[in-house]
């Protein structure tokens, strides 16, 4: 009796066996091309993060953060926003390797922020090799933007890696209002950064506006552009990296609260 128990037992423990490797064997059918697919979704991913710039994850930090600017703007409300990173970064860290990029990196961000505190711009975010500074004139950001390209010619001059920044720069209003004018400017200026060149410092027509009417400022056209996501034209124009020389005719002097309310009212006028 007990050895026909034992059998029967041996047989039962055999079939229960059996089915838990075959349902262990059905979910794994199941659930492995499913794993399958996460994991290339993931990899899709991780290489879309990897091959975004600086400039476009500081964009998207601004986007979810939605920053005060507000202790950077001008009185009338408007800012200006630099952005820049270094052109072609990916290749010169996989040609420098590691601890020499970060040496480079280094160099660089001390040339921005001595830069930036010169002129009295606002550090909004810094994202490896990208930057996002706030001023509260259009005239601030061009003069920083021009001292930071030529620190970085006087460096290349005596360096066997120069570091070729590309600038973008573009004025908005400084808060959230109907309609999102302040992401919309962040956006414009974001663009211009990208869309210019190593060593080129691109200004938007509102900047142009602002900066060149006292003609010490040498401002070339650079074409009339469309960006993805933004409606129209935008007519851009590239900033010389030295001021003008002076004339025998000094301007007059104008005084800060004029350069703001004419800041306020040509940005009404692109509305």
């Known amino acids: 009796m007990t050895s026909v128990l034992l059998t029967v037992t041996s047989v039962l423990l055999t ?8 349902a262990l064997m059905g979910a794994a059918m199941w659930l492995l091309p499913r794993l399958a697919r996460r994991s290339r979704l993931l990899r899709r991913v991780a290489a879309r993060l990897r091959s975004r710039t600086p400039i476009e994850r500081i964009v998207s930090w601004v986007e ?44 660089h961000n001390t040339i921005v922020r001595a830069q930036l505190d010169e ?32 620190a970085l010619l006087r460096r290349a001059s005596r360096s066997d890696f120069p570091i070729r920044v590309r600038i973008g720069i573009h004025t908005g209003e400084a808060i959230h209002r109907q309609g999102d004018f302040f992401g919309r400017s962040v956006v414009l200026a974001a663009r211009i950064a990208a869309h210019a060149h190593g060593g080129d410092i691109l200004v938007s027509s509102l900047v142009h506006d602002l900066v060149g009417e006292r003609g010490d400022i040498e401002l070339r056209a650079a074409g009339d552009v469309q ?3 933004l409606d129209g034209h935008h007519r851009l124009f ?8 002076p004339t025998t005719h000094r301007p007059h002097r104008r005084r800060r609260t004029h350069s703001s309310v004419r800041a306020a009212a040509l940005l009404r006028s692109t509305l």
């Open 238 to 245: 590239e900033v010389a990296p030295r001021p003008r020389a």
């Open 119 to 150: 002129h009295g711009g606002y550090e909004v975010k810094s994202q490896g090799d990208g930057f996002m500074i706030a001023f509260p004139t259009a005239r601030q950001a061009v003069m920083c933007a021009m001292d930071i390209q030529r």
């Open 15 to 22: 079939v229960v066996g059996g089915v838990a490797c075959l």
């Open 64 to 107: 979810a953060e939605q920053p005060d600017l507000r202790r950077a703007s001008a009185p009338d409300g408007t800012v200006t926003l630099l952005f820049s990173d270094i052109e072609g970064s990916s290749r010169l860290t996989e040609r420098l390797g590691d601890d020499r990029w970060m040496e480079l990196l280094g160099i």
């Open 227 to 229: 960006f993805k996501g």
